[in-house]
């Protein structure tokens, strides 16, 4: 996600989640509906014989394998119904009576046999999901006749079982709680003809009369995103990494040079970074353009990014010549470059969002506002010598040689150490709810970036940049804890004084 230090986030609509009890003949194993919404405290799993479970191994995973999702779009009434089968693989040394669910809400189905360990299943959730009207990452935005529907954080996938214990913690604005496993996702997706369906993995589609089935393929990813518009058409690129970046711009007139700066930084960040950190997993990149609340300007999916559109109200009112005044088109290329990171640091290398956030935010700030302008892309020179044209009080640290960035850098680094409150200490390495809205912005994302922009100044730009190679080989479509991290920093002699200064002993 990117996210800005001042924001306002508006209230919540709860979503409508009905789960209802189903018998799945092939498996013979039947969920129930709990529909009770949890609270922030984690809940302890028993084992058959009632008592608490002691510590598994973390090798031992409770995974979602496979996704079946046979689903229908209502844009009449704003649901989303259908069937979601959920192959699961008990791998961990817990009988597990219930499962538990997220988005968008968190629910615990009973299973109506036990699953033993070291076993297999299958369930079946049936869901009928009414979708807020909302400029946010699970809503719709409506204008006329021209809907986009976002459809993330709404689908329900199980839940992190670790240490005998889920997780369930839920999505809630301006943060995020998607912790997940690799899985593999078939979904059918029945929408109106004249929608297109843009979603996480590869689409194919079908048109029957007035309506249109996408079906859509992902493998190996820990999360699905979907977006449905009326109104959106795509415009591809071939990177030289073999990766197709689809740009998908919703129906403006005079976005043309905004849409083609969205392209160009995509192309130019997705190759930078696999020459930098190794081969992005995928085939595919799209990156999609959408509508966050306010002071959210992207958000990260596997395979897919959503770029969230300036005031469009406004906008549409505004000539091109006037667009071109008011757009900041190097901040888009950065908003770009930051969700394209998280495809490295986030999709690829999973870590959890809620408890340990400052490792893919403060990655993703280091790649947007240091990695980014230092390579100098076409993209992002092409975007600070438009806006210098078009506001000249404009400036941009990256305009510069290397020894200014690296000045101008250090002030940075060094005002925000002014900013800190005296005996502040592991400030960027807490769980995101312990922070208050700019408080989060403030230490996990920019403290984040200053203390990877640290850590690159005393291992040196090489070694830096090798320590964060092998992370990400290491943990290539894998999890990694923040204590790993560190281990892996040591290991490269990373010093212990900024390490505990920034994240504690
Ligand atoms: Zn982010």
């Given at each position: 996600?990117?996210n800005?230090?001042?924001?306002?986030?508006?209230?919540?609509i709860?979503?409508?989640?009905?789960?209802?009890?189903?018998?799945?003949?092939?498996a013979k194993?039947?969920?129930?509906?709990?529909?009770?919404?949890?609270?922030?405290?984690?809940?302890?799993e028993?084992?058959?014989?009632?008592?608490?479970?002691?510590?598994?191994?973390?090798d031992?995973?409770?995974?979602?394998?496979?996704?079946?999702?046979?689903?229908?779009?209502?844009?009449?009434?704003?649901?989303l119904s259908?069937?979601?089968?959920?192959?699961?693989?008990?791998?961990t040394?817990?009988?597990?009576?219930?499962?538990?669910?997220?988005?968008?809400?968190?629910s615990?189905?009973k299973?109506?046999?036990?699953l033993?360990?070291?076993s297999?299943?299958?369930?079946?959730?049936p869901?009928?999901?009414?979708?807020?009207?909302?400029?946010?990452r699970?809503?719709?935005h409506?204008?006329?006749?021209?809907k986009?529907?976002?459809?993330?954080?709404?689908?329900?996938?199980l839940?992190?079982?670790e240490?005998?214990?889920?997780?369930?913690?839920?999505?809630k604005?301006?943060?995020?709680?998607?912790f997940?496993?690799?899985?593999d996702y078939?979904?059918e997706?029945?929408?109106?003809?004249?929608?297109?369906?843009v979603?996480?993995?590869?689409?194919?589609?079908?048109?029957?009369?007035?309506?249109?089935?996408t079906?859509?393929?992902?493998?190996?990813?820990?999360d699905m995103?979907?977006?449905?518009?009326?109104?959106?058409a795509?415009?591809?690129?071939?990177?030289?990494?073999?990766?197709?970046?689809?740009?998908?711009?919703?129906?403006?007139?005079?976005?043309?040079?905004?849409?083609?700066?969205?392209?160009?930084?995509a192309?130019?960040?997705?190759?930078?970074?696999?020459?930098?950190?190794?081969?992005y997993?995928?085939?595919?990149?799209?990156?999609?353009?959408?509508?966050?609340?306010?002071?959210?300007?992207?958000?990260e999916?596997?395979?897919?990014?959503?770029i969230?559109?300036?005031d469009?109200?406004?906008?549409?009112?505004?000539s091109?010549?006037?667009?071109?005044?008011?757009?900041?088109f190097?901040?888009?290329?950065?908003t770009?470059?930051?969700?394209?990171?998280h495809?490295?640091?986030c999709?690829?290398?999973?870590?959890?969002?809620f408890?340990e956030?400052?490792?893919?935010?403060?990655?993703?700030?280091?790649?947007?506002?240091?990695?980014?302008?230092?390579?100098?892309?076409?993209?992002?020179?092409?975007?600070?010598?438009?806006?210098?044209k078009?506001?000249?009080?404009?400036?941009f640290?990256?305009?510069?040689?290397?020894?200014?960035?690296?000045?101008?850098?250090?002030?940075?680094?060094q005002?925000y150490?002014?900013?800190?409150?005296?005996g502040?200490?592991?400030?960027?390495?807490?769980?995101c709810?312990?922070?208050?809205?700019?408080?989060?912005?403030?230490?996990?994302?920019?403290?984040?970036?200053?203390?990877?922009?640290?850590?690159?100044?005393?291992?040196?730009?090489?070694?830096?940049?090798?320590?964060?190679?092998?992370?990400?080989?290491?943990?290539?479509?894998?999890?990694?804890?923040?204590?790993?991290?560190?281990?892996?920093m040591?290991q490269?002699?990373?010093?212990?004084?900024?390490?505990?200064?920034?994240?504690?002993?």
């Open positions: 996600m990117k800005f230090s001042k924001t306002h986030f508006i209230a919540i709860s979503a409508v989640i009905i789960f209802t009890a189903v018998i799945l003949a092939v194993t039947s969920v129930f509906s709990d529909d009770s919404d949890l609270s922030d405290q984690p809940a302890t028993k084992n058959s014989s009632g008592d608490s479970v002691d510590s598994p191994s973390v031992q995973q409770l995974l979602a394998e496979h996704y079946d999702m046979k689903l229908k779009l209502d844009t009449e009434k704003n649901v259908g069937t979601v089968t959920i192959d699961l693989n008990n791998q040394e817990d009988t597990l009576t219930q499962i538990c669910l997220k988005n968008p809400s968190v615990f189905l299973l109506e046999q036990p033993a360990p070291r297999q299943t299958q369930v079946q959730v869901c009928s999901i009414k979708i807020p009207r909302k400029n946010d699970f809503g719709y409506k204008e006329g006749g021209r986009t529907y976002q459809l993330t954080f709404c689908l329900p996938t839940s992190m079982y240490q005998g214990k889920w997780d369930t913690h839920p999505n604005p301006g943060r995020e709680a998607n997940s496993r690799i899985s078939d979904i997706l029945d929408a109106p003809a004249d929608y297109t369906v979603a996480s993995g590869t689409e194919n589609r079908s048109v029957q009369g007035d309506r249109a089935v079906c859509i393929s992902a493998r190996s990813m820990r995103a979907i977006i449905a518009s009326n109104y959106i795509p415009e591809t690129i071939q990177t030289e990494d073999g990766v197709s970046i689809r740009c998908w711009n919703l129906d403006y007139k005079g976005f043309e040079e905004y849409d083609q700066f969205s392209l160009e930084a192309r130019d960040s997705m190759h930078l970074f696999s020459e930098t950190f190794g081969k997993p995928y085939e595919e990149l799209d990156v999609v353009q959408g509508f966050l609340p306010d002071g959210i300007n992207g958000m999916y596997p395979g897919l990014v959503i969230s559109l300036p469009v109200k406004n906008l549409q009112k505004m091109a010549k006037k667009i071109r005044k008011q757009a900041f190097s901040d888009l290329c950065c770009v470059a930051h969700e394209a990171a495809q490295w640091f999709v690829t290398v999973g870590n959890d969002p408890q956030p400052w490792l893919d935010e403060g990655l993703a700030e280091y790649c947007e506002d240091v990695l980014y302008p230092q390579a100098q892309t076409d993209s992002l020179k092409k975007a600070i010598k438009t806006d210098k078009n506001n000249p009080y404009f400036s640290p990256s305009g510069w040689n290397k020894k200014e960035f690296q000045n101008y850098m250090e002030q940075m680094v005002s150490a002014n900013q800190l409150t005296e502040d200490s592991n400030y960027i390495s807490k769980p709810s312990e922070y208050g809205e700019e408080a989060y912005s403030f230490y996990v994302y920019e403290g984040g970036k200053y203390f990877f922009y640290e850590l690159e100044q005393a291992l040196g730009s090489k070694a830096f940049l090798s320590l964060l190679k092998e992370y990400y080989q290491k943990f290539y479509l894998k999890e990694a804890t923040g204590q790993e991290f560190v281990a892996l040591k490269h002699g990373a010093p212990d004084s900024l390490i505990e200064r920034y994240i504690g002993g």
